[in-house]
């Protein structure tokens, strides 16, 4: 009977991750580095070996879509895996490479860096809940000053490759919710500086909502 | 088996799985670490002073300063040391420095201040290129126990004891400058020959509490605020140097308020911004931890009897003519002169028009 209504139950369908082979793309927005960025995103399932559960990658571009502009963007390659299922507990996580460009009237930076992301809760068919928390890195930054700033600020300005110039921490909770192919996702908490400073003038805050498609 | 034996049984059977993993699953992951590892082996330090800004004088010793108060300012001083002393005080807090001070050393219709009056320019503490203090979570509760009304206070008296122990000063303060300028003719009305105030700001709370717009505007819209957002991506601003790097990148990029009227296109400069005296303000000294207002700079104000002048331009929404009626109502004898089509960055786009009404001032007050 389910042969013949072409529906397909997989055993390992849960709310938020994509299986073997599956796909997906999503678009987002919210508080994220920006207030209301456009995030676009395209991910795919892989089979690892034997490896039980499920892997996926996929790529993220994130642009500020106040004055639109190319020069300001992220570009994250992204990776997650589950390392542990007990029943519906799970937890799961990646390493994402990332590229984030800043186009300034005082300078230009260009930095790359990774994306260490963890997430514990619980997953079934329809929802997924719980906690995660990302550590970013950039390793390198290259700044490029204008003459607005060695004009006005500071002459001596070196223009070049800078080290470890920033890190940020999230902790907060995600929220997945599935419907058929739909994957609707809230993700919202405290973003803070590696430190675990406060960010000048902005919130120290990230919420995202979004929804991914999966064919 | 044996507890030992077993044990050694069950670690290098543990061991060799662990390399099993490491070898099938983790290449890609070691991979990624080394050429990470490599990447933060290269490149500058964005610590290093001079590097993305200017050191300050405790990290450079060969700039010039001086040791008062406990603390080491950044202090220059132009012209001849027998004449009267004149004692620029810039605005802020933290945002300004005696750089923005530089055209009025410059000679205007053949004269220039200097034939006149022993210049002392030096950048307040935490501002500039003097030296730093306090972090931010204290800046944010207007707590940095360093950067006080007392103590700004206690660095000028320093000053003037340096400079001019036994012969009255002068006094030319812009923007917050002018308010402390007047916080030390408060305290101090005997030891003043003569008061300049550039858009000064309010001489007490009651009139300072009144303001409702602010220094800096977040327009979370706006290009500048999220610029400053997506900044904190590639700059953390977690230490002196990058903190001041990312609010000048703030500033510079938009985020300061258009009711001042700056120049878009003869930019008021800087040696440094002071991040987190700026955004510390007045301190705990002069305001709560809610951000109201208490200081009060006019309780003896009457005292002073010298006529105090007011340079004031017409662009500026905020600091307007009618309002420095509320500061002058304080002061017994003063007058006010307006320089037209400027806005708070007056004495950067009118240098000229400020040393003219400075010389025709003193000329007549001394």
Not at chain 1, 26 to 53: E, H
Not at chain 2, 155 to 163: A, H, M, S, T, W
Request: hydrophobic share 40%; with cysteine.
């Amino acid at each position: 009977m389910i042969v013949a209504l072409g529906i397909q139950v997989n055993a390992q369908d849960r709310s938020g991750i994509l299986d073997a082979k599956e796909q997906s793309v999503g678009i987002a927005t919210g508080v994220d580095y920006s207030i209301m960025p456009l995030q676009l995103t395209y991910k795919r399932g892989f089979d690892i070996g034997n490896y039980k559960f499920p892997f996926s990658a996929g790529l993220d571009v994130t642009v500020p879509v106040f004055n639109f502009d190319l020069n300001d963007i992220r570009v994250r390659i992204t990776t997650e895996m589950t390392f542990l299922r007990k029943r519906n507990f799970e937890i799961r996580g990646g390493i994402d490479p990332v590229f984030v460009n800043l186009k300034m009237e005082t300078e230009t930076m260009s930095s790359l860096g990774l994306d260490f992301h963890l997430f514990t809760g619980f997953t079934n068919a329809r929802w997924s809940t719980g906690m995660e928390v990302r550590y970013n890195t950039m390793f390198s930054t290259y700044i490029q000053h204008t003459d607005k700033y060695t004009d006005n600020v500071y002459e001596g300005a070196v223009d070049g490759w800078y080290k470890n110039t920033a890190a940020n921490i999230r902790i907060g909770a995600l929220v997945n919710y599935r419907v058929n192919k739909f994957d609707l996702f809230l993700r919202a908490g405290i973003s803070k500086t590696g430190k675990f400073d406060d960010y000048l003038f902005v919130p120290s805050m990230y919420g995202i909502i979004g929804v991914n498609f999966r064919f | 088996m044996d507890f030992p034996y077993s044990a050694i049984v069950h670690f290098c059977r543990l061991k060799n799985l662990i390399i099993k993993i490491m070898t099938k699953k983790s290449k890609l992951l070691m991979m990624v670490l080394s050429i990470s590892l490599i990447i933060t082996s290269c490149g500058k330090d964005p610590l290093e002073p001079n590097n993305l800004v200017p050191a300050t004088v405790d990290q450079d010793l060969s700039i010039p300063a001086i040791e008062v108060n406990g603390t080491r300012l950044h202090l220059e001083t132009f012209g001849d040391s027998t004449k009267p002393v004149m004692i620029f005080l810039h605005g802020g807090p933290g945002t300004g420095d005696y750089r923005a001070f530089g055209r009025m050393l410059d000679e205007y219709d053949g004269y220039k201040l200097t034939d006149e009056y022993y210049i002392i320019m030096y950048d307040q503490r935490g501002a500039g290129l003097s030296r730093r203090y306090g972090d931010m979570n204290d800046a944010y509760h207007y707590a940095v126990p360093e950067l006080t009304l007392a103590n700004y206070l206690a660095d000028l008296e320093g000053i003037v004891e340096r400079y001019s122990p036994d012969k009255k000063i002068i006094l030319f303060g812009h923007s917050w400058g002018g308010m402390h300028a007047i916080q030390y003719v408060n305290e101090h009305p005997e030891k003043v020959a003569g008061v300049i105030l550039s858009e000064p700001g309010s001489f007490n709370a009651k009139i300072e509490n009144q303001l409702t717009l602010s220094i800096a505007s977040t327009d979370l819209f706006g290009e500048a605020t999220n610029d400053l957002y997506w900044n904190h991506q590639n700059i953390s601003p977690d230490d002196y140097q990058m903190i001041d790097y990312s609010y000048m990148n703030g500033f510079y990029n938009g985020l300061g308020p258009d009711y001042y009227h700056f120049s878009k296109t003869d930019i008021l400069p800087v040696f440094r911004f002071g991040a987190i005296a700026s955004v510390n303000d007045l301190g705990s000294d002069g305001m709560t931890e809610d951000g109201t207002y208490t200081f009060d700079f006019t309780t003896n104000l009457d005292k002073f009897t010298t006529k105090v002048l007011f340079i004031n331009g017409d662009l500026n929404e905020v600091l307007t003519p009618e309002y420095q009626e509320q500061n002058r109502a304080y002061l017994p004898n003063s007058e006010i002169k307006i320089i037209k089509g400027v806005g708070h960055d007056l004495i950067w786009i009118k240098p000229g028009e400020h040393v003219k009404l400075i010389k025709e001032y003193l000329d007549e007050v001394l």
